[in-house]
């Protein structure tokens, strides 16, 4: 056992624990926040696997902005009546079978691969290689992803009512 | 590679700490000398009035999805910044240029957002 496994086996406590108490937590504000815990372990993973592009994603998307917009959604929708919303377990048996039966299905198709494990040594950092494609090979594609966001802008903002 | 974050991995564990030892320091070490008046919900000095669970103008919204677009525009600049130099020396002002487009494009989002009015509050 590494330092690579030790920092692996932490981050992958902290997304497997953090993504329990999202689900086993009462209150809706604080499976939010266990949420922000989860996205950051997983981050943390992809750092291990050498995506440091997707993992600087993750934290920018996911742990900053996807968040904020669940964070909003609770405080525009809670307790605004008297009702107040909490999560509970509905539905256990089935959703334990469901679990166990994709549980078994990955488990099983974890040990008939037939794992490469030749290659030990850890990829090179991705960012510069997008960077580049972006650019030269992709141009196009960048400027339209410009345009895909400017819709989306439009979309939003056309949804303010005055 | 797993040696370039080690930084990364020591800011987060000095903010880490940081902000559990101020926290719970002050529980700690602070005297405690409760009054009615310290003891009440503070509100900037104001007395506090009504309840805490108000509706919140949708319009809060509307600002998380704005941040969440240019949220997304920071991660197209950001392998474009990290490679800003090789990239310049290989094919020339036509880098930045290929920004600025991309730029000028969302920035017209931006004005209509903002002549829609999706940045006023009232």
Same mark, same amino acid.
């Given at each position: 056992m590494n330092i690579y496994d030790i920092v692996f086996y932490l981050f992958a406590a902290i997304t497997v624990l953090s993504a329990f108490f999202v689900v086993t937590t009462r209150n809706i504000v604080y499976s939010a926040y266990y949420l922000l815990f989860t996205f950051f372990g997983v981050a943390g993973i992809y750092v291990l696997l050498g995506a440091d592009?997707?993992?600087?994603?993750?934290?920018?998307?996911?742990?900053?902005?996807?968040?904020?917009?669940?964070?909003?959604?609770?405080?525009?929708?809670?307790?605004?009546?008297?009702?107040?919303?909490?999560?509970?377990?509905?539905?256990?048996?089935?959703?334990?079978?469901?679990?166990?039966?994709?549980?078994?299905?990955? $488990?099983?198709?974890?040990?008939?691969?037939?794992?490469?494990?030749?290659?030990?040594? $850890?990829?090179?950092?991705?960012?510069?290689?997008?960077? $580049?494609?972006?650019?030269?090979?992709?141009?196009?594609?960048?400027?339209?992803l410009g345009i895909l966001l400017l819709i989306a802008l439009i979309g939003a903002a056309s949804m303010a009512r005055k | 590679m797993l040696v370039q974050y080690i930084p990364v991995f020591l800011v987060i564990a000095v903010a880490i700490v940081f902000a559990v030892a101020t926290v719970f320091s002050s529980e700690i070490f602070g005297p405690k000398r409760p009054t009615q008046a310290k003891l009440s919900t503070y509100e900037s000095g104001m007395k506090p009035v009504g309840t805490t669970h108000e509706r919140m103008s949708v319009k809060y919204y509307l600002v998380a999805m704005f941040f969440i677009i240019f949220d997304l525009e920071v991660i197209f600049i950001y392998p474009w910044a990290v490679q800003f130099k090789k990239l310049y020396i290989e094919n020339g002002i036509s880098v930045f240029v290929s920004m600025v487009i991309f730029l000028v494009v969302l920035e017209l989002g931006y004005l209509y957002a903002y002549k829609k009015g999706g940045f006023k509050w009232d």
């Open positions: 592009f997707i993992a600087m994603v993750q934290l920018i998307v996911y742990v900053g902005g996807i968040l904020i917009l669940i964070l909003f959604g609770v405080m525009l929708t809670n307790k605004i009546t008297s009702v107040e919303i909490k999560t509970g377990s509905v539905q256990v048996v089935p959703a334990a079978v469901g679990v166990a039966l994709l549980a078994g299905i990955l $488990m099983a198709s974890m040990v008939d691969t037939k794992w490469r494990s030749v290659e030990t040594a $850890m990829p090179s950092a991705t960012t510069q290689g997008i960077g $580049m494609l972006l650019i030269q090979q992709y141009a196009i594609v960048f400027e339209l | -």
